[in-house]
């Protein structure tokens, strides 16, 4: 059973703390979508990333707006709770639509790095070798574990034969707190960062 300060006593069962533990994500899950009384939304942005190294590609790639499926394709920071587990992070949302903001401070980040002859945003007008597509598998604040989790698929795709050059799954995890909008979301671009910089060495060597 568990004492009046929360733990637990150590004849609890196995199956009571499991149940116990569940009960604490769902509350702080109903805390972190609560309602703010009105108040609007405090506004976070990602950064490129920089100090990506590696060999140095002789393409120009163009990169495409990253797939993604609800709840990641919107402003909103997520939080999960668990496997079917998702909400929306209260008071609290990126600069722009995900998808579009991964999109830009990416082509940002191969910018920084240097390793391509050039690169730009699908509908730019470059002569590009290589597209990049790609798709957001996850982008949140796990209050389980307390770890901001990014992962992302990405495909380098010829432009002239439309074959698949490469194919990998870019995954990071930090530390981060579902608290509030600026520790989850320094959490998260922080994660963001590491996967960003992989991308570059990874699309960068194919090419």
Request: proline fraction near 3%; include cysteine; glycine fraction near 8%.
């Amino acid at each position: 059973m568990p004492r009046s300060d929360g733990s637990f006593a150590a004849g609890a069962t196995g199956a009571s703390f499991h149940q116990s533990r569940r009960f604490a994500i769902a509350s702080l899950l109903a805390l972190t979508v609560a309602a703010c009384g009105g108040s609007p939304s405090a506004t976070f942005d990602l950064s490129p990333a920089s100090g990506a190294t590696g060999r140095a590609g002789r393409g120009q790639l163009v990169v495409s707006e990253p797939v993604a499926i609800s709840p990641f394709d919107s402003e909103r920071i997520v939080v999960r709770g668990g496997a079917d587990q998702v909400a929306y992070l209260k008071g609290a949302q990126w600069t722009d639509r995900l998808p579009r903001l991964l999109q830009s401070r990416l082509v940002q980040t191969f910018e920084n790095g240097r390793l391509l002859r050039a690169v730009g945003r699908s509908g730019d007008k470059i002569v590009a070798d290589y597209s990049l597509t790609s798709e957001i598998r996850h982008f949140e604040i796990d209050v389980a574990t307390s770890t901001a989790v990014v992962e992302i698929s990405a495909k380098l795709v010829s432009e002239q034969s439309g074959r698949i050059r490469a194919a990998r799954i870019f995954r990071a995890q930090v530390p981060g707190s579902a608290a509030d909008g600026a520790q989850a979301s320094v959490a998260l671009d922080a994660a963001l960062s590491q996967v960003m910089r992989e991308i570059v060495r990874w699309a960068s060597a194919a090419m």
